[in-house]
């Protein structure tokens, strides 16, 4: 243990992986930190194209324990330039204080499980013009729900620009006032399972390559004989290749530099395995629906749906001769007050999967063959 405590120092300054020849058979036990910036937009229409488009910057900032015990009083510190007020942080910091030029906000979670994690998503209000690097696609069919029952089959599919790392998929089928549903067939074999919610993880995902995943679902019109329609939630994430990527033993935590944001640190009391990763990725979020008669904002929906048609008109866009291309990014984001869409659930529409704090109920990276 005496060897591992002179070399410390030399593991935080250069993050390379050094291994306590003591605990050297323990290395498959560790903590993983996360630290993913994105840049996302609302798509407007079933088809988002490869090209510019306008979107707003986002984190997504967590710690999941691969450890044998539960963790007690995990600790986040982001240290940063940026005026917190001019930020959204879900949930809220437990502490603001300023040191000199910076920011440090500080979160304090109770605990966290084995296989669980915790996690802060950051939101930034500026957008920027950025390319989306890929073609992505909703298709819903029947588009018109006109029975008491039908089989409604969604599907998403990403065809990359370049070789990604991987994409993070997740569908979900919430009930409605409209509409229940319950899934039948899904493909590929899911990543996550959760009640009304499937997600996939497919890595090394090929430049030019279609990427489909699919459910099938038992769908009850609730307002039969009136006509309805439902669209389920989708949401994509492409990893750019090569993120960053560190180990290393250490008492004091661990810290990854963001160019952006600024230093994010994890604390957790006593000696840990920690592996850290700082990606890169893009989001693109297809709304939920449900509505009747079908076409027609349901109420729940109406005030968004009104507050979305006024952002997205040709006049609404900052700079001349940008077209909105049908999927620039949705201003809602920016807005402190802003109502979800009932249809989403108990989540707020602006927190991704990714950023749920509770463990998903099955894990698992499966084998994925792209279906062409």
């Known amino acids: 243990m005496t060897r591992a405590i002179l070399v410390l120092p030399v593991v935080l300054l250069t993050g390379t992986l050094v291994i306590p020849p003591d605990v050297l058979a323990q290395s498959e036990f560790y903590l993983d930190v996360n630290v993913s910036r994105s840049l996302r937009i609302y798509a407007v229409h079933e088809d988002v194209t490869d090209q510019e488009v306008l979107g707003t910057r986002t984190w997504w900032i967590s710690l999941r324990n691969y450890e044998m015990t539960t963790l007690v009083g995990p600790e986040l510190e982001i240290k940063t330039v940026h005026k917190p007020d001019l930020i959204r942080f879900y949930p809220s910091p437990t502490r603001t204080t300023q040191d000199g030029e910076y920011y440090v906000l500080t979160w304090k979670f109770d605990q966290t499980p084995v296989r669980g994690q915790n996690g802060v998503s950051v939101l930034f209000s500026e957008y920027e013009l950025f390319r989306l690097g890929a073609n992505i696609t909703r298709s ?70 279609p990427y489909t995943f699919r459910v099938e679902l038992d769908v009850l019109n609730k307002v039969f004989p009136s006509s309805m329609m439902y669209k389920p939630y989708v949401y994509m994430k492409p990893v750019d290749k090569s993120p960053k990527r560190g180990r290393t033993y250490s008492y004091q935590g661990v810290s990854v530099q963001d160019g952006i944001l600024g230093t994010v640190t994890w604390r957790v009391d006593g000696l840990h395995y ?30 968004q749906t009104n507050r979305s048609k006024a952002c997205l008109g040709r006049d609404s866009l900052p700079q001349a001769g940008l077209t909105p291309a049908g999927h620039m990014a949705d201003k809602l984001s920016q807005a402190r007050d802003r109502t979800p869409w009932r249809s989403i659930g108990d989540e707020r529409l602006f927190v991704p999967s990714g950023f749920l704090r509770r463990p998903p109920r099955v894990l698992r990276r499966s084998g994925f063959v792209p279906l062409v």
């Open 140 to 209: 819903v069919n029947p588009t018109v729900v006109t029975s008491q029952r039908v089989r409604l089959t969604c599907e998403t599919r990403i065809t990359s620009s370049s070789d990604l790392e991987g994409v993070s998929v997740d569908m979900r089928f919430p009930e409605t006032d409209e509409a229940a549903s319950v899934p039948k067939v899904v493909y590929p074999m899911p990543s996550v399972e959760e009640p009304n919610r499937r997600s996939w993880w497919a890595s090394n995902v090929r430049r030019g390559v």
């Open 274 to 303: 920690w592996a850290w990763r700082h990606e890169e990725a893009r989001e693109i979020i297809l709304e939920s629906i449900s509505t009747w008669p079908a076409g027609e904002p349901s109420s729940g929906n109406t005030l």
